[in-house]
């Protein structure tokens, strides 16, 4: 069943009351005459309404409220950071760079990382530099091993990924969107190990990746975007940690030991 609501003057706390007291019970459709408004009603409460009815004839209205409607359908993830206990050389491997088929922003990336539970953010190559030209499609990743999030919230090995396939782009906000995968880079380089500590309810928790060692790759601290080239212990990473296990890259609720 489907409820239609039209505020004729207030329009936010109406729908926060039904949403509040009969949200389960039916599918709240929000009237709304501009990009803005349907942007509120599919944030309300953090719930939102499940459609908003768009009585507009502008084009950009219309383009407004389907990306409102885009965004409100897309993850927004809890980072935190983790502190840098250790950065060490560790010889070549075979090395996944991303190149996706969208052009991403300074504060984009991927998440990334040696354990599922515990991935690193990673910059976008969207920084200018007199050495080499940005490549902002671009994310280099890490070594083959590593796991990375995909659209769906699960995770893909780096190696796996192929043409075609959807990969989560987010921001350092949180904010998720979803790439299309269009080559991937597979090359023998120098790489970095980086481990780092999380605070977590069951106590302190390890976790890391290994990344290719080149000034052109970044990872977001809380001193912001830094080259790993110049990370040291004591730096603030931001990562995202779910302390979950996975099989075939879905969560599932068992022991593993990853190290």
């Known amino acids: 069943e489907f409820t239609v609501i039209v505020g004729e003057d207030w329009s936010i706390i109406p729908l926060e009351n039904l949403i509040a007291r009969v949200g389960e019970e039916t599918h709240l459709v929000a009237g709304a005459t501009t990009a803005a408004e349907a942007r509120t009603a599919f944030e309300t409460l953090e719930i939102g309404a499940d459609g908003v009815l768009l009585d507009a004839d502008s084009p950009d209205e219309i383009r407004g409220a389907v990306q409102a409607r885009d965004a409100a359908d897309r993850e927004t993830l809890d980072l935190r950071y983790a502190e840098v206990t250790e950065i060490e050389q560790t010889g070549r491997a075979d090395r996944v760079c991303i190149?996706?088929?969208?052009?991403?922003?300074?504060?984009?990336?991927?998440l990334v990382g040696s354990m599922s539970r515990g991935l690193f953010?990673?910059?976008?190559?969207?920084?200018?530099?007199?050495?080499?030209?940005?490549?902002?499609?671009?994310?280099?990743?890490?070594?083959?091993?590593?796991?990375?999030?995909n659209s769906e919230g699960g995770t893909n090995y780096l190696a796996e990924l192929s043409s075609g396939d959807e990969v989560q782009v987010v921001d350092t906000d949180g904010h998720t969107r979803e790439a299309v995968v269009g080559r991937v880079k597979i090359e023998k380089r120098p790489m970095f190990r980086?481990?780092?500590?999380?605070?977590?309810?069951?106590?302190?928790?390890?976790?890391?990746?290994?990344?290719?060692?080149?000034?052109?790759?970044?990872?977001?601290?809380?001193?912001?975007?830094k080259a790993v080239t110049e990370v040291e212990p004591?730096?603030?990473?931001?990562?995202?940690?779910?302390?979950?296990?996975?099989?075939?890259?879905?969560?599932?609720?068992?022991?593993?030991i990853e190290k």
Do not use: C, W
């Open 121 to 149: 953010f990673v910059h976008a190559e969207t920084a200018e530099s007199p050495y080499v030209a940005s490549r902002p499609f671009r994310v280099n990743a890490g070594a083959v091993h590593a796991y990375v999030r």
């Open 99 to 110: 190149d996706t088929g969208s052009l991403m922003d300074d504060s984009e990336g991927m």
């Open 234 to 256: 004591g730096d603030e990473a931001l990562v995202y940690y779910e302390d979950v296990a996975r099989h075939f890259g879905e969560a599932v609720e068992e022991s593993i």
């Open 194 to 225: 980086i481990q780092a500590e999380i605070e977590t309810e069951d106590g302190t928790d390890r976790i890391e990746t290994l990344i290719q060692n080149a000034e052109t790759v970044k990872i977001a601290t809380g001193e912001g975007r």
